[in-house]
């Protein structure tokens, strides 16, 4: 299964890194805008992240869900006997994003100041693929990247509430597709239910140290009451909520058509009941994304490298 997995991934761009095969590192599609100095992602709008300089990887390439929305090839539950230490996965991630962006050097399209920067990287966002918090040392995998001087943002799915307790990046996102435990195992399709452990991470969120976002996907015709989403949402407390349509990509085109994807308009609106009905306002939006961010305090600290 892995052997079928992995050239699955090696379509899509993921490159597997690492001893024993459960970690991958792919360019994103802003940081190659970015390095042209054409574009950066809504990240760099709201947060301060530069594109160029932000490696996205993941240290874990199974789930424990099959969510609808996921433009990765879902169905592929996959177990490891041995894991690569945090050291190994950090310098692996690092040397893989440098060879990557080689073949820019040499692009009359690249910026070659951005270039620069680029093989310097300051940001990772560990969203590749997969659950990172299937990783057993995320903990310690985060806090050797912040050693080294980098900015750490980590996305999960909530299903373990053990974990997101432990660790402590830069910013934590939380993932929220659904409102009550039937509309999760429709939208989410876990391996097993996870739903209290969904509501137990959020419930651990509202006492984090570090920056936390509650970002909610929106799929036209399932998931778009926002009044529903309220109670999750006071109990989780987060910062920030990135409230964002479903992206018609990857392997998601296999389970949902492209008018699943919501306008801007439909977006805003759904934001601005939740800033009606919260301590939340509306502070930013990224139309080419179509993402609107809300605050609790109507401010943003961003991260410049």
Known sequence: MIERYKELLKKQGDHIIGSNNHSAVKLCHWLKKSVRGEDECYKSKFYGIVSHRCIQMTPFIGCNQNCIICWRPTGMSLSFERFDSPEEIVEESIKEQKRLLTGYKGSNRTDIAKYWEAVEPRHVAISLIGEPTLYPYLDELINIYENKGFTTFVVSN????????????????????????????????????????????????????????????????????????????????PDFIEIKSYMHLGYSRQRLARDRMLDQEDIEKFSYVIDKKTDYEVIDESIKSRVVLLSKNNEIKRFIV
């Not at 429709?186 to 991470?201: A, F, T, Y």
């Not at 799929?219 to 989780?236: H, W």
């Open 158 to 237: 909530a299903t373990r509430p053990e974990v997101i307790e432990r660790i402590n990046p830069t910013q934590l996102y939380l993932s929220l597709e659904s409102f009550n435990r039937e509309m999760y195992k429709k939208l989410c399709r876990p391996i097993k239910d996870e739903w209290d452990n969904v509501l137990r991470s959020f419930k651990i969120l509202s006492d984090k140290d570090c920056r936390t976002v509650l970002r909610i996907t929106l799929i036209k015709g399932l998931n778009t009451k926002p009044e529903k989403f309220v109670p999750l949402i006071n109990m989780a407390s």
